[in-house]
């Protein structure tokens, strides 16, 4: 099940969308079917992708409170990206948010570290 893969992982990097201005309902329903210490020491990093800029802060006034009210160690590199930024293939190919990604991806894999000794 899902949640067992969350409580035996490491780290994380949650992605959603950003629907009427809030993070899904999916990942809600998610972590209302987590147990309260699901995230306790563990390094996560946010990703949120929205059709507008004026989103860009749902992750840091939404997702980033419940990670916080389950004892998770958030990420400060975290990854807003506007969904004009994917090509007709899908992928994104701004130089920018893919060096955000890769700052993302270092700061977790260096907080891990630290945290595992």
């Known amino acids: 099940m899902v949640v067992n893969k969350i409580l035996d992982a490491d780290f994380f990097i949650i ?29 996560v990093g946010m990703i949120t992708i929205a059709g507008t800029s004026k989103h860009f802060l749902v992750g840091e006034m939404q997702l980033k409170p419940i990670l916080s009210f389950f004892k998770a160690i958030v990420a400060s590199n975290n990854v807003f990206i506007p969904s004009k930024s994917f090509n007709e293939q899908n992928q994104i190919d701004e130089t920018d948010i893919i060096k955000r990604i890769d700052n993302l991806i270092s700061e977790l894999l260096f907080l891990q570290n630290k945290l595992k000794g």
């Open 15 to 43: 992605g959603t969308p950003v629907y009427q201005a809030s993070i899904t309902g999916v990942l809600k329903n998610l972590f209302d079917h987590l147990p309260i210490d699901a995230f306790k020491s563990k390094v």
